[in-house]
């Protein structure tokens, strides 16, 4: 059983086709008999198709003459068991065949009445279906009863036949004993020859030795299987001879109605036992060979409707291309785990039949939504690229003009500058048909240090923002500017991004906390969350440069905490919180005893004020009793005297400048040369080429990184207060003579 997926349209409409009718009007060698459903009066026109046998024409169209020639009688009487597999009506009145002449004559009758394509001779329709394909002069025949005639005419076989050696289609008609009509309906068709419905999502069932192709519905009341016949007196050998179909699931042999009883009585005609076999052993070998024919004509088909797809489809694609969609198509399928688009479900089952421009223009419909992502991922990738290499000249460029600034130097990242507009505007929206260099960004290199000027404004007005409605209100907060605030003893900021517990079980978050100037630098302000959601050009920024601008994910907040514990602290120095600033606490240099932590085991824990602030801020008790609000109760820091804060003060400058010395320490940077690590290491001129002259030797410092913590952490300093102190004396040594 062959099924044919209808995948070569004829251009036709939805309309049913008339139904192919008996060639033969002989009765008696007819091979089988199906019933055709009737079609009432009102059912829709008939468009013409060729005839089911050997190409002759429909009782609607204009009969050839009896008096044919005798090759083509002889080729008649030899295809009589396969022209009359579709006689599923009533005979129709029998006509007279006109002559291919009269044929002529009617085409040269709608020429003088000037229709059109027929005012051209019969010799130029001749050479223009020579250029046509099988499927074309099928779809040909249909378009008027004269061409029906002209195509389908007793001498119109050198047509079809050049038409299939045209287009390289092998001679399969000639060995099936069907006609280049038959042949090129069966292949290229797609009505079913009994109902004559065009089956525009049905699958149609060839038959190539009766050569006919039914649809599925009319293979279910049409074909029977072997166990339906009485096959009591009939012979085994007689079941292969006659013309059957196998299936595809159960490998069962399904024969047409009105076939078996015809094959039967010609066998039973034979007049003795001898002659039976000679007749079975006759037609065993010629429908051996049909049916080795009828498969190598399968094989072709499913070939060449591929090819026709693909075709189809290459055409499409084309299209497409001529639409400026080429690089689309061409990159769609190039990454892993990714559909070509000629993969796509609903193109490749479009292009199983002729794509007019109405299918073509709804495919294209269907693929512009896959070729636009694919678009926007071309032109992301790309844009990705440029901005790589664009940024990273960016970040070269900023490498260069930082060291030409003072050391300390607030400097903003690459990704500040590039939110300036200006620098914004050059990167991306420079023409990317040539190289960018270094040579572009000549404007941003000039304008460096203004720009750093105006950004650090800008970032100490983003903190004196964070202050708004976060402090008491005094009276004169609007008298006050940035720098004066800004400078208060009372003014720290906190980081979220490196907070850090000391004190696991307590579940107490501890946040680190430092000045403005220090928050200005702070890495964390920068820093790029991975997997984070951002629109652009934040997006771009972290992905090529790892860091955002300042404080684009609000890390840095104002330190409610400090503020208030700092206003005690200040309180108890005898100043005024309100006015004092930090250069005032440090000149005072007060040293703090936190009673909470001092401990008989480790000592008296002492501090700075500004370590202060840090050491209530992760200690959790600490913490926990501040937000409760009882701080004046709970606090428990108090100021140690002048002599005990001298003693202090020396251990903390003692242990400061011991963590300084450290071997991967960088807080601290030479002011000539700019390079950042330890007290012994910059001490050293010689590591440094630019720091070798006797003149930078003298005017070389060592300054604090602004990022970097510029005061010592607690200190403990003994004896603990308190604690009673025995005298300590050696051991007892046994060689002594004194003894108690």
Not at 234 to 246: A, D, E
Not at 553 to 572: C, D, G, P, Q, W
Not at 589 to 614: A, D, Y
Not at 694 to 719: A, F, G, H, S
Request: charged letters at 30%; hydrophobic letters at 35%; aromatic letters at 6%.
């Amino acid at each position: 059983m062959t099924n044919n997926d209808n995948s070569l349209p004829q251009g036709s409409s939805s309309k049913k086709r008339k139904a192919p009718e008996s060639s033969n009007g002989d009765e008696g060698d007819s091979d089988f008999n199906l019933a055709r459903p009737k079609r009432s009066r009102t059912s829709r026109a008939r468009v013409h198709s060729p005839s089911p046998g050997n190409g002759e024409p429909s009782s609607s169209a204009p009969q050839a003459p009896a008096g044919s020639s005798k090759k083509r009688k002889a080729r008649e009487d030899d295809d009589t068991e396969f022209t009359e597999a579709s006689a599923t009506v009533k005979p129709p009145v029998k006509r007279a065949r006109a002559r291919m002449s009269q044929a002529a004559r009617a085409l040269a009758a709608a020429a003088q009445a000037g229709k059109g394509i027929f005012r051209l001779p019969p010799e130029l329709h001749l050479k223009i279906c020579k250029h046509l394909r099988p499927i074309d002069l099928l779809s040909l025949g249909r378009v008027s009863k004269e061409l029906h005639d002209f195509l389908h005419g007793s001498s119109s076989h050198t047509i079809w036949r050049d038409a299939r050696d045209a287009n390289g289609i092998p001679d399969f008609a000639s060995k099936l004993n069907i006609t280049e009509q038959r042949f090129a309906d069966l292949v290229f068709g797609e009505s079913c020859h009994l109902c004559a419905k065009v089956l525009t999502s049905m699958k149609r069932i060839i038959m190539w030795i009766p050569g006919i192709a039914m649809c599925s519905a009319c293979s279910k009341t049409s074909l029977v299987q072997y166990g339906e016949f009485d096959s009591k007196d009939i012979p085994y050998n007689l079941w292969s001879v006659i013309p059957h179909i196998v299936g595809a699931a159960h490998r069962r042999r399904y024969f047409v109605k009105g076939m078996v009883p015809d094959w039967i009585r010609k066998y039973e005609a034979q007049p003795d036992a001898n002659a039976k076999q000679k007749w079975l052993n006759d037609k065993q070998a010629e429908q051996d060979s049909i049916r080795r024919v009828a498969s190598e004509c399968d094989e072709w088909c499913e070939d060449y409707k591929a090819q026709l797809a693909e075709d189809r489809m290459e055409s499409v694609l084309n299209e497409l291309q001529r639409r400026g969609w080429a690089q689309e198509i061409e990159s769609i399928g190039s990454r892993s785990g990714e559909r070509p688009i000629d993969q796509d479900k609903k193109l490749r089952a479009k292009c199983q039949s002729e794509i007019s421009p109405s299918v073509l223009e709804k495919l294209i419909k269907h693929l512009l939504p896959l070729l636009e992502a694919e678009r926007e991922r071309r032109l992301e990738k790309e844009r990705n690229v440029m901005m790589k290499h664009r940024l990273h000249l960016l970040q070269e460029l900023r490498k260069s003009c930082v060291p030409e600034l003072p050391a300390n130097w607030p400097v903003p990242s690459s990704a500040d500058i590039f939110m300036y507009p200006s620098v914004r505007q050059l990167i991306e929206d420079s023409p990317n048909n040539g190289k960018f260099t270094l040579e572009h960004l000549n404007s941003v290199k000039e304008s460096f240090r203004e720009t750093s000027k105006l950004w650090a404004s800008e970032i100490k007005a983003k903190l004196f923002a964070l202050l708004k409605g976060k402090t008491l209100s005094t009276g004169e907060d609007g008298l006050r500017d940035v720098n004066t605030v800004l400078n208060l003893a009372t003014t720290f900021f906190s980081c979220s991004g490196c907070s850090y517990m000391r004190d696991s079980s307590s579940h107490i978050e501890a946040t680190s906390s430092f000045r403005y100037k220090r928050a200005i630098m702070h890495a964390c302000a920068r820093s790029c969350r991975i997997g984070s959601e951002m629109e652009e050009p934040f997006r771009t920024l972290g992905r090529h440069l790892g860091i955002l601008p300042w404080n684009h994910l609000n890390k840095i907040s104002f330190y409610t905490h400090a503020y208030r514990f700092m206003r005690e602290v200040i309180t108890m120095c005898g100043l005024d919180p309100e006015k004092t600033t930090a250069k005032e606490m440090d000149a005072l240099n007060p040293i703090f005893e936190c009673l909470h932590c001092s401990s008989p085991f480790r000592g008296r824990c002492t501090m700075t004020w500004e370590c202060g602030v840090n050491h209530h801020g992760r200690n959790g008790p600490h913490r926990h009793k501040v937000e409760s609000g009882e701080l004046l109760k709970n606090l428990r820091l108090v100021r140690l005297a002048e002599s005990e804060a001298k003693l202090a003060q020396a251990r903390m400058a003692e242990a400061l400048a011991r963590e300084r010395a450290r071997c991967k320490y960088d807080g601290l940077c030479c002011s000539v040369c700019k390079v950042a690590g330890n007290s012994v290491e910059l001490a050293d001129a010689k590591r440094h080429a630019a720091c070798e002259s006797e003149n930078t030797q003298t005017n070389r410092k060592l300054i604090l990184c602004v990022d970097r913590r510029q005061y010592p952490e607690e200190c403990w300093i003994w004896p603990p207060t308190n604690v009673r102190e025995l005298e300590i004396v050696p051991a007892f040594d046994p060689d002594s003579e004194d003894e108690d």
